[in-house]
């Protein structure tokens, strides 16, 4: 299966400069989510704004997308699918998705931060810890 418009850690901001660089609306990517862990963002560009619907992984690992409330609820069995199905016109985004945009390689400098921010909270002698936007 093709995933190359899933861009694993990319930061919120630099999916904006991806996703707007062209002016493109429809553009598209999936990253991981900053906030949430085991959560994906896919983001898509309209009207130079990225917007951003969460996609869960069910516990049967089936995929379920979070957009708006007044569309159905649906369950995909792969990434593949949930992509294709919001490629057409009125499925509950705020445009569909017509360019994905690939990733060329993962980035050195996310597995690099990663790495770094591995050990942030060995030796913590707290119960709770700050957590940043």
Known sequence: MDLSYYHGPL????CETLLLKEGVDGNFLIRDSESMPGVLCLCV????????YRIFREKNGDYRIQTAESAP?????????LIATYEKPGQGLVVH??????????????RRSRQQNSN??????????????
């Open 120 to 133: 942030i909270y060995v030796n913590s002698d707290s119960d709770y810890v700050d957590v940043l936007p």
């Open 11 to 14: 930061s919120k901001q630099d």
């Open 73 to 81: 609820k649906q369950i995909f069995p792969d990434l593949k699918e």
């Open 45 to 52: 560009s309209f009207k130079n704004f990225v917007y951003t």
């Open 97 to 110: 998705l017509l360019n994905p945009i690939k990733r060329t390689s993962f980035c050195p400098r996310w």
